[in-house]
């Protein structure tokens, strides 16, 4: 049984939150519900690949710390290529302490996330103090966030009742969060964007509890909005053909459902 869902541009007149309209009028716009997960080390790579496949896609996301090199002039020049090629920055930081915490690690530190990240993720175990938390820093620079509601691991905790939290706090919280990342849609509210990581073409888990299911199958059956893909792309002898294929297959299957 086919469910319908709504176009892109039809939910952007449905939703409130500028940065999820931005998001859906890019999606729209380039036909695309890929993120890439750029999960590389080095800046010179990051960029580099970002600029190759920034065409493809409508979110990047980052895991700063892992980044060797780091620097303000790294995080502008990505800032300038999302301008370039009209992408949103997903900083995947996963924030996870109490509130006073969090507000420093989203807006100190060497990184200063809040300076360049559109969006950034969270856990919500702590509470919703750490979206209160995160949103006195983030509201005034027109920032938003996710929220951690179910994990694409083996035996995740996130489920059943804590993923049902954390729809309750993204439905307090709407003037900052956007949605979730998740592995099930977990609402029809038109505002909260379904985020979904472990997505591959070819393989079906990783060494370290890493499960996959194809890009169809993440929008046609799990209903959820965006695909994000790390190593489907990174580690192809091709990567710019491999995320074409990816923006493709996440593409179709969204238009699939529209029919
Ligand atoms: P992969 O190379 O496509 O497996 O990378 C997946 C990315 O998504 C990686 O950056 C993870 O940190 C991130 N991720 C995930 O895989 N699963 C989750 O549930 C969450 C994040 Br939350």
């Not at 900083?91 to 990184?111: A, C, L, S």
């Not at 983030?138 to 996130?158: D, H, I, K, P, Y």
């Not at 954390?166 to 969060?177: G, L, P, S, T």
């Not at 923006?247 to 459902?257: D, M, P, R, T």
């Amino acid at each position: 049984l086919k469910t319908q869902v709504m176009s892109y541009s039809e939910r952007i007149t449905h939703c409130s939150h500028p940065l999820t309209r931005k998001l859906l009028s890019i999606m729209d716009k380039k036909k695309t519900n890929l993120c890439l997960s750029a999960d590389l080390t080095s800046s010179q790579a990051i960029l580099s690949i970002v600029d190759k496949v920034g065409g493809n896609v409508c979110m990047v996301k980052t895991h700063v710390d892992i980044v060797e090199d780091f620097s303000q002039d790294f995080v502008q020049k990505l800032v300038q290529l999302s301008e370039k090629h009209d992408f949103m920055i997903f900083e995947d930081r996963k924030f996870g302490d109490i509130g006073h915490t969090v507000q420093q690690q989203y807006k100190g530190g060497m990184y200063k996330i809040a300076d360049w990240a559109d969006i950034v993720t969270t856990h919500v175990v702590p509470g919703s103090g750490v979206v209160r938390g995160l949103k006195e820093v983030g509201l005034s620079r027109q920032r938003g966030c996710v929220l951690v509601a179910e994990m694409s691991s083996t035996g995740t905790l996130a489920k059943g009742d804590y993923s049902k939290a954390a729809v309750r706090i993204a439905h307090e919280n709407k003037d900052f969060v956007i949605g979730f990342i998740c592995q099930s849609n977990l609402t029809k509210d038109p505002d909260l964007i379904h985020m979904t990581p472990g997505v591959r073409l070819d393989v079906s888990g990783d060494a370290l509890g890493q499960q996959y299911i194809s890009p169809s199958s993440a929008i046609r059956d799990l209903h959820t909005d965006i695909i994000i893909v790390g190593r489907g792309i990174l580690t192809a002898d091709n990567p710019v053909a491999m995320a074409e294929q990816y923006q493709e297959s996440g593409y179709h299957a969204y238009q699939e459902l529209l029919t």
